[in-house]
């Protein structure tokens, strides 16, 4: 196949002057590109390598020898790569200190001993085969779907003293040989377990229910105050003397006037008081201020015995003013006279208090005269118009300190051990993502601009990849690569079952958590997508995210270690 014709058209054909060679390595970029994501939407029995195909259309037109700009390759993608870590370091931050918690840990030491069986797979696979180390590394980055380890792997490799080119290619080549029947294999091994473990969706789905009744982050509950050694004393005064987190939104009075609550309101016998608090610790706060009743919202919004009419109201936080300051500060409850019954952060209701910080994008839920909340959220912003807004100042300073982080040698093992071009911005993304708000920093943005940024820089990286492990790629496979894609599903199939197996049969997980943790323990959406597809609700998900943070900084540093003792 002759594409000197496309040479010319781009370069002039009578000479490569350095505009012209970029012009032509930007254009061939994004036409592997847009090839790529076309042929992302092909399936077969509806599972998808989705952009992946982006790698491998590179790796076609990088076959033919085009005359590209290797400089521009490399740096679009280094940037690309910079982009995809740091938009996912962005969006996890958030949650990932309070995954840390209750079954957090458990699950994330079941992701670290996959990981860590990958790499003692791939090592015994290197030890009988003779294989190349930094090729195991690439076959093992593509076996567990994880492209940032692919980039943490070759910029380490390229750091290193003495880094043969070939074997550098081989490591891309490796990932990509590998990565197809990684996605495959994620989802066959779930499959698998179903059917190995008998799973019965009847009964886990009855154990979910259960879980989810447990687990309710914030709960309403109507209750009649009846204890008599509290009547009298104000909210304030309880609230200490439990030490337990809870809201009271509005007291209805034995006359049937509903008030909004704050801390000096007083309890007397017979009010009907609405309370938010967490399910776990439902019974000690209803303990002490009497028993349940059932009382439907309509019943709470009667306005019969009211002179002023109270409404309910989320409020979205976009004044940057607001970003970092706590309750405390604002004072809302003192000025206007309502009450902030939740806190809605990433899909999670939380239980407000006067020491949280809050952050630009939260919804607060306020209660109280319809002129109060109209005038709360003048305060607070409520404009959907400027939470649209790029905040762009975080996000270069941001990658400026994480590329600084990643320069910085940790260890001498004995080349400099580094975070990397990977490493350093998503550390420092996720830090940004959940301390920023402390610092004033607006790090908040919309859920379609951070996939955007993500995916670009995922694109770009893979076509970047792609075209320069294009020249040798059919030449490894025709010498014996093939082998690797033999090596790849062993290392992405046999963790997997071990510690699935553990998990379901010691740890009695349940089966959704379960699909979960397999996709998130190889960073991989495609199996994400299934195992949403398959469970009908979003507890795959939650585990996914829970691992996946430490997953993907994991993957990274694992990566690193193997290729810098490959080469020490």
């Given amino acids: 196949m002759d594409l000197q014709w496309l040479k010319d058209v781009t370069v002039g054909g009578d000479g490569l002057s350095s505009g ?182 009847k009964k886990e789905d009855e154990a979910l229910a259960a879980i989810s009744k447990e687990t309710a982050l914030a709960h309403r509950y109507s209750v009649e105050f009846t204890n008599h050694m509290l009547a009298g004393k104000d909210i304030s005064y309880v609230r200490d003397l439990i030490n337990r987190q809870f809201v009271i939104s509005r007291i209805m009075h034995s006359n049937g006037e509903i008030t909004i609550a704050n801390g000096s309101s007083r309890l007397t016998l017979g009010d009907k008081l609405r309370v938010i608090c967490s399910s776990e610790d439902s019974e000690a706060v209803l303990a002490f201020f009497g028993h349940p009743i059932e009382m439907s919202a309509d019943e709470w919004g009667a306005t019969a015995m009211q002179s002023t009419p109270l409404v309910s109201r989320r409020i979205l ?151 320069g492990a294009g020249d040798g790629f059919i030449d490894a496979i025709a010498g014996g690569g093939y082998r690797w894609i033999g090596y790849g599903v062993i290392i992405t199939v046999l963790p997997l079952i071990l510690v699935a197996i553990y998990a379901r049969l010691r740890l009695k997980m349940n089966y959704y958590t379960l699909m979960g943790f397999m996709a998130g323990s190889m960073t991989d959406p495609p199996a994400l997508g299934y195992a949403n597809q398959t469970a009908g609700n979003d507890m795959p998900a939650v585990s996914y995210a829970t691992v996946y943070p430490v997953v993907m900084f994991m993957r990274v540093l694992v990566a690193q270690m193997m290729i810098l003792f490959a080469v020490g």
């Fill in 20 to 201: 012209a060679m970029i012009a032509h390595t930007v254009f061939i970029l994004a036409l592997v590109i847009a090839a790529g994501i076309a042929l992302s939407k092909i399936k077969i029995k509806g599972v998808s390598i989705g952009v992946t195909w982006i790698l491998f259309t590179g790796i076609a037109v990088g076959h033919f020898k085009m005359g590209f700009d290797h400089e521009t390759l490399h740096f679009i993608k280094e940037f690309g790569l910079i982009l995809f870590v740091f938009s996912i370091g962005l969006q996890v931050g958030p949650g990932f200190f309070s995954s840390l918690k209750r079954g957090g840990m458990t699950l994330m030491g079941l992701a670290i001993a996959v990981i860590g069986l990958g790499a003692v797979t791939t090592y015994v696979i290197h030890l009988c085969t003779g294989e190349p180390l930094p090729t195991m590394v690439g076959i093992m980055s593509g076996a567990v779907t994880n492209t940032p380890g692919l980039g943490a792997a070759q910029q380490a490799y390229a750091d290193s003293a003495g880094a043969d080119e070939m074997l550098a290619s081989s490591i891309s080549l490796g990932y990509a040989v590998a990565y197809p029947l990684g996605v495959v294999g994620i989802i066959f091994t779930m499959i698998l377990m179903r059917y190995l473990l008998k799973v019965d969706f």
């Fill in 317 to 467: 936080i976009t004044r940057h003013e607001i970003n970092g300051k706590k309750f405390s500060d604002l004072r809302l409850r003192t000025r206007y006279g309502i009450n902030i019954t939740r806190v809605n952060r990433a899909g999670v209701d939380l239980i407000p208090y006067q020491g949280m910080e809050l952050q630009v994008g939260d919804k607060v839920m306020v209660v109280g005269p319809e002129a109060a909340v109209a005038a709360t959220a003048d305060v607070l912003g409520n404009s959907l118009k400027k939470l649209r807004e790029p905040n762009l100042l975080p996000m270069f300073v941001g990658i400026a300190l994480g590329v600084l982080l990643g320069s910085i040698p940790l260890m001498n093992i004995p080349q400099p051990v580094k975070l990397g071009l990977a490493g350093g911005p998503l550390i420092i993304a996720i830090l940004l993502g959940r301390f920023g708000p402390h610092f004033h920093l607006v790090t908040y943005t919309t859920m379609s601009a951070s996939l955007m940024l993500r995916e670009i820089g995922l694109a770009l990286f893979l076509a970047a990849v792609g075209i």
